[in-house]
Each structure stands twice: as structure tokens, then as C-alpha cells.
């Protein structure tokens, strides 16, 4: 089943330009890089002192999260646009396996795809910027790089429950975006403590909150503990694609 749907996937031309595009976050985080040093080259001695610089994985991690996002959802959508799905379900009439091996091949290109992107934009712009702005080394910021990777495939995984719960990729998409960059943008206008609260449990604030790491400086909350942050975070992937397959196994394709 997992090969099936690994070539499945790899069938669907949307996939390469997905792939494509979650890569070229490293590229464009290298653009950054190049700007702000231009920048900082071009400033006067008093303002080098105080510069600083956002951690530059974390600005572009949207990238990749978007895109293997969306790539959940096609994984499963474009079935049902196709009327591939009736034939996958008649070889597995029992279907949680179909939506299962889904799962393992989207998730797993995601846990692939995070690292990559998170820890060469790590390494290539910590290299670039050294010595001009200060970056934490990898002995320390390691920690929070794993747990951002993972959130790449959390994306993916939560694309593909919501494809299969509501089986149109637009609908699927559109919630997608307002779930994870809509809604932050509603709780941070909240008044407190609601906006603390509601923005501890976005997945923006989730990677930090699990390493226990400084929030003091982020647009989100800072209230839960690593544990129940990593909980969190694990219910953003798992309860979309239970819910997908409870309906996969009650209503007709």
C-alpha cells in the first residue's frame, strides 16, 4: 500500500512544484541574508552594535509548511476529483488502509523535507552572517531546529485530514491557511489574557514552547509546558487524519 501511494504521489505534477517550492525557502533565506548584511555593511558603527536579526529558518519555515501542507491535501482531493478514490477503495474494501499509507508517505516526505530545509537554512545563513549579527550556535539552537523540522510534516499531515474530511482541495486549502496563519493573526488582536492563552496553543509558538526555549520576544504565548506543547502539536496532525478516516469508513466515495 505505502508504494502504491508513494506512486500516487509521485504521479501527481503538483507534488515536484510543491517540492520544488518548499526548497526554495534555503534560497530565499540566503537573499535575506544577503540584504541584511548590505544593510548592516552600510550602517554606521553605533547602529553594527545594536543590530540584530530574526533567526531566518523561522522566517522562511512558512515556505515548506504551506507547501507540504497543500501537498496533503492534493494527496488525497485530487482522488476524489479523479474518481481514483472508488477504484483504490474496491482493492481495499476495508479502507483505513488506504488513508494510513497516506499518511506514512505524506509524513514521511514532511519529516524529510523539514530538516532539510531548516537545517541548511540554519547552516548556510549562520555562516553568511557571522560576525556581523549575533547567532546562536547549532549546540544551542538545535533543540528548537528539530522540533520547527517537525512541524513541516505536522502541515502535511493536517492537509491530508483536511482533504479527506471535506474532499475539495479549495475548501481544504482555504481552511488551511486560516487555521494556521489567519486565526494567530485574529488572537494576537485578542485582549489579554485571551490572546496569550489562545496563542500558546498556535502551532507558530508550539517548537519554542516544547524546548522550553526564550518567548519573551514572540508574538505568541508562553504558556504551556514542554509536554503538553508536544501534545498539542501531535493533535494537530492525528486528529484531522481520525476524523478523515472515521468518515472515510462511514460515507459512501
Keep these: 500500500m505505502i508504494a502504491a501511494e508513494w506512486l500516487k504521489l509521485r504521479s501527481i505534477r503538483s507534488s515536484h512544484l510543491l517540492l520544488g517550492l518548499s526548497l526554495a525557502a534555503i534560497p530565499l533565506a540566503v537573499a535575506v541574508a544577503w540584504s541584511a548584511i548590505g544593510m548592516y555593511d552600510s550602517a554606521t558603527p553605533a547602529m553594527r552594535r545594536t543590530a540584530r536579526i530574526a533567526e531566518l529558518e523561522e522566517v522562511v519555515l ?5 507547501c507540504m501542507g497543500i501537498m496533503g491535501v492534493l494527496a488525497i482531493t ?3 476529483a479523479t474518481g481514483l478514490i472508488r477504484t483504490s477503495l474496491a482493492l481495499v474494501p476495508r479502507r483505513w488502509p488506504v ?6 508517505v505524506v509524513g514521511g516526505l514532511g519529516l524529510v523535507v523539514g530538516p532539510v530545509v531548516v537545517f541548511a537554512t540554519y547552516a548556510v545563513t549562520a555562516a553568511m552572517l ?3 549579527f549575533p547567532v546562536a550556535p547549532l549546540a544551542e539552537r538545535w533543540p528548537t531546529l528539530v522540533a520547527s523540522s517537525v512541524t513541516v510534516a505536522v502541515f502535511a499531515l493536517l492537509g491530508l485530514g483536511l482533504g479527506a474530511v471535506l474532499r475539495s482541495a479549495a475548501g481544504a486549502i482555504a481552511v488551511l491557511v486560516g487555521l494556521v496563519y489567519v486565526i494567530p493573526i485574529v488572537v ?7 490572546s496569550e492563552r489562545l496563542g500558546s496553543v498556535m502551532i507558530g509558538a508550539l517548537p519554542r514552547e516544547i524546548t522550553g526555549a526564550d518567548l519573551t520576544s514572540s508574538v ?5 509546558p514542554p509536554v503538553v506543547a508536544g501534545v498539542v502539536l501531535a493533535l494537530y496532525a492525528v486528529a484531522p487524519v481520525a ?6 469508513r462511514h460515507r459512501d466515495a
Design 62 to 66: 512558512i515556505v515548506p509548511q504551506l
Design 78 to 80: 485530487s482522488e476524489y
Design 99 to 104: 488513508l494510513t499509507a497516506k499518511s506514512a
Design 130 to 132: 557571522d560576525g556581523r
Design 188 to 194: 494576537g488582536n485578542l485582549p489579554e489574557p485571551w
Design 220 to 224: 505568541y504565548g508562553a504558556l504551556l
Design 243 to 248: 476524523a478523515g478516516l472515521l468518515l472515510l
